[in-house]
């Protein structure tokens, strides 16, 4: 089960991935990262631009929407210029409070400009199988749920590619 504020209808909810690269530092696969939040809200009901889209709860709302790096192993580089715990410089931070964020600038940036989150989550589920806006994630899991193709508790639709892709 998860919980507020992921599970309002009224949000665009963030899961989380892992991005795994090469010896070279090149992207070479995105999975579903362990402390991705998911699943059906125990109270919110679903609305209808998650009707018709298997792997959501029949009749709950079901987050995440979609996903972005939020692995700290993986996560992304920040640079600080004062000194926190004997840490400075570059550091590599990651969670839902980065891929959230992440996310919301992803979204601005594609321009739809919707009227409200609930257009905008429509558009999201609409272009769901679009492979060149979201790339499907059917590895990793997280706390009882696993990642699959299609929807899943742990990705949402998947991962946005924004406007150039990772």
């Given at each position: 089960?998860?919980?507020?504020?992921?599970?309002?209808?009224?949000?665009?909810?963030?899961?989380g991935?892992?991005?795994?690269?090469?010896?070279?530092?090149?992207?070479?696969?995105?999975?579903?990262?362990?402390?991705?939040?998911?699943?059906?809200?125990?109270?919110e009901?679903?609305?209808?631009?998650?009707?018709?889209?298997?792997?959501?709860?029949?009749?709950?709302?079901?987050?995440?929407?979609?996903?972005?790096?939020?692995?700290?192993?993986?996560?992304?580089?920040?640079?600080?210029?004062t000194?926190?715990?004997?840490?400075?410089?570059?550091?590599?931070?990651?969670?839902?409070?980065?891929?959230?964020?992440?996310?919301?600038?992803?979204?601005?940036?594609?321009?739809?400009?919707?009227a409200?989150?609930?257009?905008?989550?429509?558009?999201?589920?609409?272009?769901?199988?679009?492979?060149?806006?979201?790339?499907?994630?059917?590895?990793?899991?997280?706390g009882?749920?696993?990642?699959?193709?299609?929807?899943?508790?742990?990705?949402?639709?998947?991962?946005?590619?924004?406007?150039?892709?990772?």
């Amino acid at each position: 089960m998860n919980g507020y504020p992921s599970v309002s209808p009224y949000i665009v909810s963030a899961g989380g991935t892992t991005i795994n690269r090469n010896s070279s530092g090149a992207f070479t696969s995105e999975t579903g990262w362990s402390g991705s939040g998911g699943g059906p809200s125990k109270y919110e009901t679903k609305l209808s631009y998650q009707n018709n889209v298997a792997g959501t709860s029949s009749t709950k709302r079901s987050a995440p929407d979609l996903s972005f790096d939020a692995d700290p192993n993986s996560g992304v580089s920040v640079y600080d210029s004062t000194q926190c715990q004997g840490h400075s410089g570059w550091l590599v931070f990651g969670g839902t409070s980065v891929s959230s964020p992440s996310l919301a600038g992803i979204v601005n940036l594609a321009g739809h400009f919707a009227a409200n989150t609930v257009s905008e989550l429509g558009t999201i589920y609409a272009n769901r199988a679009n492979t060149a806006d979201f790339r499907d994630i059917r590895l990793g899991t997280a706390g009882s749920f696993s990642a699959k193709a299609g929807y899943d508790f742990v990705t949402g639709v998947g991962s946005d590619l924004g406007l150039s892709g990772k």
